[in-house]
């Protein structure tokens, strides 16, 4: 039987503020970077793009666990997959 897919979202934009929680400066310019099957996959593309965009400090991307969303009951360490 396959694993179960669990998918994940790559997203990134400049920041308002490095304090505090993420907010982006606008939200309309939010970069999707893309949706990878595996945990593994979307830290890669992460890496790629804050490697990218390493000289603006406020330019941050993020892994978004987008399965947690679509099925909140799902629970576990998906880093493995």
Do not use: C
């Not at 179960?4 to 790559?10: A, F, G, M, S």
């Not at 993420?22 to 099957?37: H, L, T």
């Amino acid at each position: 039987m396959p694993d179960k897919q669990l998918l994940h979202l790559v997203i990134g934009g400049e920041l308002k503020s490095l304090e505090g929680p993420p907010e982006f400066r606008d939200p309309s310019k939010v970069d999707f970077v893309g949706a990878y099957p595996t945990y593994n996959a979307a830290v890669s593309a992460w890496r790629s793009k804050a490697q990218e965009t390493v000289d603006n400090a406020l330019m941050r991307y993020f892994v978004i666990h987008a399965h947690r969303l679509l099925d909140p009951a799902v629970h576990g360490d998906d880093h493995a997959h």
